[in-house]
C-alpha cells in the first residue's frame, strides 16, 4: 500500500478560548477524492486552510507527500505550491484581470509568453466548458461560470492535488450537477488526489471516494463512500439525512461558528 | 474589580497587537526588498495610479492654497508696509510646510482609502488566500508594489505641488493685489534655500511611506465583510492623517536642528 499523499497528525487549531480542531487526524492517498463533510462552523474550512498554510496550526503535523509542511519557511511553502490547485467557495477571482489571465496566473507568473499562455488558458476553459468567456472580466460572469473559471485556475498548472472548499455552495441543482460531473472528469483525466470541503450529500455521493466527518472540532467516523449508507452512527446518519431532531448540537455548533 | 480591570487589560493587549502589526510589516516587507520578484510592472502601475491619476487633486489643493497664502500674507504685511514680503511667505510656507502636509492629506484621502478598499476587499473575498494558493506571495505582489509607488511619487507630487502654488501667489499678488511679477519672483526666490526644499522633499518621502505602510496594513488585515472593509478605510485615512501631522512635528524639530 502506498503512503498517504496527505496526512494531518493531531492537528490542533483555536482562536482564542475557542476551540476549533482538537487531535484532528486524517489520511489521503494518493488519487482518492476525499471529502470532508460537517456541519457549518465545526471547523471544516479551518482544516484545510491549516493545510494549506493560510492559518497556522497551534501543534500537530501536515505531511504532503512525506514532506512536513508545519516546518516549511513561507517561501517554501510557496514553491510547493505549484503542485496545488485550490477552488474557493466565493470563487475568489481577481476582479483586476480578465477572465483568461485569471486562468493562466501561475503560468504568467512562471514567466510564460502572454500569448503561449493565453492558449493554454483557451484550452482550460474549454474542457470546463467556458470556451467564450476569454476576454470577459470576473464582474460579468454568474455564479456557475466563475465557479468553472475557479475550477480551471485551479488545473491550469496541472497540480497533483486540488483542494475544494464547498464548490456547489449558492448554485442551483442542475448546475451543481455540472460542476459535480466535470470535478469528477478532471479528478479521473488528470488523476488528482482531491480533498473537499462539502455539506452537499449528491456531492458527496457522486464525487468522493471517501468521506470523514468533523464534528466537535475532531474526526467523528471515517468511511469509503460507497459505504455511506451502511453506517448506523446517530449523529452520522442524523447529518446524512439532513434531520434537525438528533443527537447533532446544532446550538453548540452554531455559536462556535458564528464566533469564528 | 477584575473583570474591569481584565477588560482594561484586554484593550490594552489589543492597542499593543493593533500597533505591532505596523511595523511587522514594514519589516517583512523590507526583508522582500532584498530578493526578486520585485514586480516592476506592478510598482509602475500603481506609480501611475498613485502619481499621474492625483494630480487634479493635488494640483488643485495647492494653487488654492497659494492664492490664498498670498491674500492673507498680503492683509498682514500691508499694515507695516512690506507687501512685497508676500510671495518670500508664500514660497517658504508652500516648500517648508504646506506643499508636503497638504498633498500628504490629499494623498491619504484618495490613495489610502482605496489601497485600504482594495486590500480589505480582497481579503475578504479570499482573492489573498487564492494568491498564496497559486504561488504567490501576496505581500510581494500587493503590498510592496503599492507602498513604494507611494513613498516614491510623494516627492514628485510636491515639487508640482510647490510650484503651482507658488505660481498661485503670483496669479493673486500680480492680477489682484497689482504687485509687481518680477519683484514677486525675485523675492520668491531671494530667501528660498536649497535645505527648505530638500526638508520638503524629506517629509514627503516619510508621508508617502506612512500613507502606504498604514493603509496596506489596513487592507491587507481587514476583518468581516462590506462593514470590515468600511472600518479599514475609514481607520486608513484617519490614522494616516493623523500620523502625518505628527511626523511633521517630529520632522521639523529635527529639521530645525
Known amino acids: ?260 | 474589580m477584575i473583570t474591569w480591570l481584565e477588560a482594561i487589560g484586554m484593550r490594552v493587549e489589543r492597542v499593543c497587537l493593533l500597533a505591532g502589526i505596523y511595523p511587522m510589516l514594514l519589516l517583512q516587507v523590507i526583508q522582500r526588498l532584498y530578493r526578486p520578484p520585485w514586480f516592476f510592472s506592478h510598482i509602475l502601475s500603481q506609480c501611475e495610479k498613485v502619481g499621474v491619476q492625483s494630480l487634479p487633486v493635488v494640483l488643485l489643493t495647492a494653487i488654492f492654497t497659494g492664492m490664498v497664502l498670498a491674500l492673507q500674507s498680503w492683509v498682514g504685511f500691508h499694515r507695516f508696509g512690506a507687501e512685497s514680503m508676500v510671495s518670500t511667505v508664500v514660497s517658504l510656507s508652500m516648500v517648508r510646510e504646506l506643499g508636503p502636509v497638504l498633498v500628504g492629506l490629499m494623498v491619504a484621502g484618495r490613495v489610502g482609502a482605496s489601497f485600504a478598499a482594495e486590500l480589505g476587499t480582497m481579503r475578504v473575498s479570499e482573492q489573498i488566500d487564492a494568491l498564496w494558493t497559486l504561488s504567490t506571495d501576496p505581500l510581494r505582489y500587493l503590498v510592496m508594489p503599492r507602498i513604494i509607488a507611494v513613498t516614491l511619487m510623494m516627492p514628485l507630487l510636491v515639487v508640482l505641488a510647490d510650484a503651482i502654488g507658488i505660481f498661485g501667489g503670483y496669479l493673486v499678488s500680480t492680477i489682484v493685489l497689482d504687485q509687481n511679477p518680477q519683484v514677486y519672483i525675485e523675492r520668491a526666490t531671494l530667501f528660498l534655500e536649497l535645505q527648505d526644499l530638500y526638508s520638503g522633499l524629506l517629509k514627503a518621502l516619510v508621508f508617502g511611506g506612512i500613507i502606504g505602510l498604514i493603509s496596506c496594513t489596513e487592507g491587507f488585515y481587514c476583518k468581516g465583510g462590506a462593514q470590515g472593509v468600511g472600518q479599514a478605510t475609514t481607520r486608513a485615512v484617519v490614522l494616516s492623517a493623523m500620523s502625518i501631522l505628527i511626523a511633521d512635528y517630529f520632522l521639523t524639530v529635527w529639521i530645525f536642528q
Request: with cysteine; proline share 4%.
Open chain 1, 1 to 260: 500500500m502506498s503512503d498517504p499523499q496527505i496526512q494531518v497528525c493531531h492537528l490542533n487549531k483555536q482562536f482564542g478560548d475557542k476551540i476549533i480542531l482538537r487531535d484532528v487526524n486524517l489520511k489521503v492517498m494518493p488519487g482518492e477524492s476525499h471529502i470532508i463533510v460537517g456541519l457549518s462552523g465545526t471547523g471544516k474550512s479551518v482544516l484545510l486552510k491549516c493545510i494549506l498554510g493560510l492559518l497556522q496550526a497551534d501543534s500537530g503535523q501536515i505531511l504532503v507527500d512525506g514532506e512536513d509542511w508545519s516546518c516549511l519557511s513561507e517561501r517554501e511553502k510557496l514553491k510547493r505550491m505549484r503542485g496545488i490547485g485550490m477552488v474557493f467557495q466565493g470563487s475568489a477571482l481577481f476582479d483586476s484581470l480578465p477572465v483568461w489571465e485569471n486562468v493562466a496566473f501561475v503560468l504568467l507568473r512562471q514567466g510564460m509568453q502572454k500569448k503561449e499562455a493565453r492558449e493554454h488558458a483557451e484550452e482550460v476553459l474549454e474542457k470546463v466548458g467556458l470556451p467564450h468567456v476569454c476576454d470577459k472580466m470576473p464582474a460579468e460572469l454568474s455564479g456557475g461560470m466563475a465557479k468553472r473559471v475557479g475550477l480551471a485556475r485551479a488545473i491550469c498548472h496541472r497540480p497533483r492535488i486540488i483542494f475544494y472548499d464547498e464548490p456547489l455552495s449558492g448554485l442551483d441543482p442542475v448546475m451543481s450537477d455540472v460542476i459535480t460531473r466535470l470535478m469528477r472528469q478532471l479528478h479521473e483525466e488528470m488523476q488528482v488526489t482531491s480533498l473537499t470541503i462539502a455539506h452537499n450529500m449528491k456531492l458527496v455521493r457522486d464525487f468522493g471516494d471517501h468521506v470523514s466527518m468533523l464534528y466537535q472540532g475532531r474526526i467523528h467516523l471515517q468511511t469509503p463512500a460507497s459505504q455511506l449508507d451502511l453506517q448506523d452512527d446517530p449523529i452520522f446518519r442524523q447529518f446524512v439525512e439532513g434531520r434537525a431532531s438528533g443527537p447533532l448540537d446544532i446550538n453548540h455548533l452554531t455559536a462556535q461558528g458564528s464566533q469564528i
